[in-house]
């Protein structure tokens, strides 16, 4: 069993509509990272979190640690947020990150 | 602007050819890594190394080497390379003491993909 899964693996969206992507771990956390691949292979870190919320522009994440659960929101999408978004956490009895395997977003106009 | 920098975006090589894939960033890093992407598959970390002339296995380092004789350049060799190496490589790097990324923000190269016929 993957210690970091994402639902769902695929999204496709109207311009405008609100996206959630939800991501579960498996072991406790000093931090969980949302990272956004766009088409061409580059990565960027979007968030690091360990508690709470964070918000940046119309992106939102959220985690809760009793659940061992985060999302990533956007609002008001957009084309240009089409992307793979990609989870982490570290993993059991190590601080490596472990990957999930990607949520693929297609905004549509 | 913070950069980490790959020196290959694409590559081609023939089975049996030794391939260095180079990685440099400029934010002076402790901590730089080498991964693979595959569909289907997470990102799998093949080497990491937290200081010049350290390296630590990652999951799956069978296959590949590496180099780090200077704090802002870490290369990826493939000593006889396999079609089953290729794949999407991404290099990034952290700051912070002790190595592992599990609360450092990483900052990540384009990638290179390299393709073994």
């Known amino acids: 069993k993957n210690e970091v899964e994402q639902s769902p693996q695929n999204l496709t969206a109207q311009e405008g509509e609100f996206i959630t992507i939800n991501c579960s771990y498996s072991?406790?956390?000093?931090?969980l990272h949302w990272l956004q691949q766009h088409p061409g292979g580059g990565i960027v870190s979007l968030f690091m979190l360990s508690s709470g919320k964070k918000k940046h522009g119309r992106l939102i994440a959220t985690i809760n640690i009793q659940e061992k659960h985060s999302s990533l929101h956007i609002t008001a999408s957009h084309p240009r947020d089409s992307a793979v978004y990609i989870c982490a956490a570290p993993g059991l009895n190590t601080d490596k990150l472990i990957f999930g395997t990607g949520t693929r977003l297609q905004v549509f106009p | 602007d913070v950069k980490v920098t790959q020196s290959s975006r694409y590559l081609v090589k023939r089975t049996g050819e030794k391939v260095f894939l180079e990685c440099v960033q400029d934010m002076d890093h402790e901590n730089m890594f080498w991964y693979r992407q595959d569909p289907g598959l997470g990102l799998r970390l093949i080497y990491f190394?937290?200081?010049?002339?350290?390296?630590e296995k990652g999951d799956i380092p069978e296959g590949y080497s590496v180099s780090r004789e200077k704090k802002e350049r870490f290369s990826l060799i493939l000593e006889s390379a396999s079609t089953n190496q290729t794949s999407m490589y991404l290099c990034a790097s952290s700051h912070g003491a002790g190595g592992l990324s599990g609360a450092n923000v990483l900052t990540f190269g384009a990638g290179s993909r390299l393709t073994v016929l």
């Open positions: 072991v406790g956390i000093s931090a």
């Open positions: 190394s937290y200081d010049v002339k350290m390296k």
